[in-house]
């Protein structure tokens, strides 16, 4: 998880729009690992090719890519996104939803 940890943080260091958007960052790693890491020509793989990359665990696990960028943004400022303070207001508010909900 160390490795994931640097890698995450280095990309929403250096990319700041990828703060945001969880697909993008998954994205912009896979790329990273199949070029740096397994070598391979990123620009001629097929779908199919890079669903066999990651479906043998070659490829950072998104979830894991998700919780790791959320740790870190929750801990340091400087690495938050545009929305930060918009989707954790958002989730106070469905968090109070689902209590009345239950209550009801």
């Given amino acids: 998880m160390q490795e994931i940890s640097k890698m995450v943080e280095s990309f929403l260091v250096e990319a700041p729009h990828l703060r945001d958007c969880d697909r993008k960052l998954v994205a912009s790693i896979w790329k990273y690992e199949v070029v740096h890491f397994l070598q391979l020509d990123y620009d001629k793989m097929s779908a199919d090719d890079l669903m066999s990359v990651f479906s043998e665990g070659f490829l950072a696990n998104p979830t894991s890519v998700r919780r790791v960028r959320a740790k870190l943004q929750e801990e340091n400022v ?23 909900w239950n209550e009801q």
């Fill in 78 to 100: 400087a690495l938050r996104g545009r929305l930060w303070n918009h989707r954790h207001k958002n989730a106070k508010d469905v968090a109070q939803q689902i209590i009345n």
